[in-house]
Every structure is written in structure tokens, then in C-alpha cells.
């Protein structure tokens, strides 16, 4: 078979991308991803012991605003990066309003807080607290960059870095919505540093992965 005949033949009755179907796919990979997280959660470490006091809830919800607002910026960009021809025209920037907000309000608070208070709003509950957040929140996002991954290969990506790392920063958000159930440390500064950092881990390895993963 010569090329002009197998370009006729690929080219024969061309079938559309459902653009719809794609966001509805990635939408129940988020759910099934959030549904396995918080399932992991439950079965190896489980809730804090006085989440329902109503200081730890109040915690818990800045805990959560966090990790969603990171999971509602980055679907949209993610949902973008599946098509081509729509990264040039895709503000990849906001991706980092989250990140941004937290650290702002970090550093307002340890400007209006004592220096000799930095180092527990920092630190964290305990010692090892920081290096648990870290552990905890990339194990639970292990299962949703999974699905993730798996719903992109659906698309025709283009930017494969650019978009196995927007994945991880989604599934780093849904691990740290898991993570913040069962999270010990209270601080703005402390949620804005080590779940951040986790969610970046996350992000750095969806980019390393995605190249491998997504290839055509």
C-alpha cells in the first residue's frame, strides 16, 4: 500500500472529538480519584480523634478550601491541556493563585505573630509532622493521578510535561482534601508549606510520568 492510499483511508470519514465527553470522563476520574483517596484515608490512618470539636472543624474547612481551590483551578487547565491547539491560548498562570493566597496570608500571620512563634507555626504539631504531611498526602494521591493519567490518554495531548504536571497538582489536591481529615497541624503557614510542597512533589512526578505514559 502506498502513502497516498493509506492517508486516503485515514482520512476516510473522519469521526469529531466529543469535546463534552472528554470533560465528562475527566469529571468521574476527579470523582472516582476523590471516592479512593478518602477510602484510603479511612483505612489506613482515619480521621483525627477531635475533629468534631468545633475549633478542629473550623481547621479542617481551611484545610479543605486549600486542596479544592487546587483541585478547582487545575481541572479546567487540565481539561484544556487534553486538546490541541487551546495551549496558547490558556493562561497557565492560574495554577499558582492558590499557592500565592496561602503564602500571602502565611506571611501576614508570622508578621503579626511573635518570632519565637514561627518555628511551631511552622514545624507543625509534632517533629515528624512535616515529613507525614509529605508521605501522607503524595500515598493519597497515588490512586487519583492514576485514573487521571488513564482519562488523559483518552485526549490527544500535546504538552506531555505541561500535562502530566497540571494532573499532579489535581491529584495532590485531592490527596491533601484526604490528608486534611486526618491532619494534626493547625497552622495557616503549615497548610500553605507542606501541602504545598506535597501537592508540587505531586506535580513534579505527573511530569515525569506523563512523557511515558502519554506518548503517541
Not at 479511612?42 to 479544592?68: M, N
Not at 507525614?132 to 490512586?143: D, E, H, S, Y
Not at 487521571?148 to 482534601?177: E, F, Q, S
Not at 493547625?186 to 505527573?206: E, Q, S
Request: with cysteine; proline share 6%; glycine share 8%.
Amino acid at each position: 500500500m502506498n502513502t497516498d492510499r493509506l492517508i486516503d483511508m485515514l482520512s476516510a470519514d473522519p469521526e469529531p472529538v466529543h469535546s463534552v465527553r472528554l470533560g465528562r470522563l475527566l469529571i468521574l476520574a476527579i470523582i472516582a480519584g476523590v471516592v479512593a483517596s478518602f477510602g484510603l484515608m479511612l483505612a489506613t490512618f482515619g480521621p483525627r480523634p477531635d475533629i468534631q470539636s468545633t475549633a478542629h472543624l473550623e481547621w479542617l474547612a481551611v484545610k479543605l478550601i486549600f486542596a479544592l481551590s487546587v483541585v478547582g483551578t487545575a481541572a479546567p487547565l487540565l481539561n484544556r491541556s487534553m486538546r490541541p491547539g487551546l495551549e496558547d491560548e490558556t493562561n497557565w498562570l492560574l495554577i499558582f493563585l492558590p499557592f500565592s493566597a496561602a503564602i500571602a496570608i502565611s506571611i501576614a500571620m508570622m508578621l503579626l505573630g511573635q518570632p519565637r512563634e514561627w518555628g511551631a507555626m511552622l514545624r507543625g504539631a509534632t517533629a515528624v509532622s512535616s515529613v507525614r504531611c509529605l508521605l501522607c498526602i503524595v500515598f493519597f494521591a497515588a490512586i487519583p493521578l492514576t485514573v487521571v493519567i488513564c482519562t488523559i490518554r483518552r485526549g490527544a495531548p500535546t504538552r506531555l510535561k505541561l500535562c502530566g504536571g497540571i494532573a499532579g497538582i489535581l491529584a495532590g489536591g485531592v490527596g491533601a482534601a484526604a490528608y486534611a481529615f486526618t491532619c494534626t497541624s493547625d497552622t495557616i503557614p503549615f497548610i500553605a508549606i507542606w501541602y504545598g510542597a506535597a501537592i508540587v512533589l505531586c506535580a513534579v512526578v505527573g511530569a515525569q510520568l506523563a512523557p511515558r505514559v502519554l506518548r503517541w
